[in-house]
């Protein structure tokens, strides 16, 4: 059964920093794609992160760009979504997601489509 396990949310005032991880199983991932979304009260899922399954190419939506940063350790089947410079409208629940097709680019999988498999989702709360 292939499951993603997000952690490490919480509550963090503006200006701080949290570090999600992702815990893949079930399956490896190194040959595809990751990221990360979020969605937040009343607000439709949007994406925050990718990273290509080498690692190497990674993409950020703009309201991130700067603050975050996404990584992966294939080995490990783990992804990472290190958060830093936090502001209220970070608030959401952070999802972690391991693409549909193998060996996609970053910055072509960017929408909930390219994905196949999510986690359930870890809050992540901002106070100003």
């Known amino acids: 059964q292939v499951q993603l396990v997000e952690s490490g949310g919480g509550l963090v005032q503006a200006g701080g920093s949290l570090s999600l991880s992702c815990a893949a199983s079930?399956?490896?991932?190194?040959?595809?794609?990751m990221g990360w979304f979020r969605q937040a009260p009343g607000k439709e899922r949007e994406f925050v992160a990718s990273i290509s399954w080498s690692g190497r190419d990674t993409y950020y939506a703009d309201s991130v760009k700067g603050r975050f940063t996404i990584s992966r350790d294939n080995a490990g089947n783990m992804e990472y979504l290190q958060m830093n410079s936090l502001k209220p409208e970070d608030t959401a629940v952070y999802y972690c997601a391991a693409a549909r097709v193998l060996y996609t680019a970053a910055s072509r999988t960017v929408s909930a489509q390219d994905y196949a498999y999510w986690g359930q989702g870890t809050q992540v709360a901002v106070s100003s």
């Open positions: 079930g399956r490896t991932f190194r040959n595809y794609a």
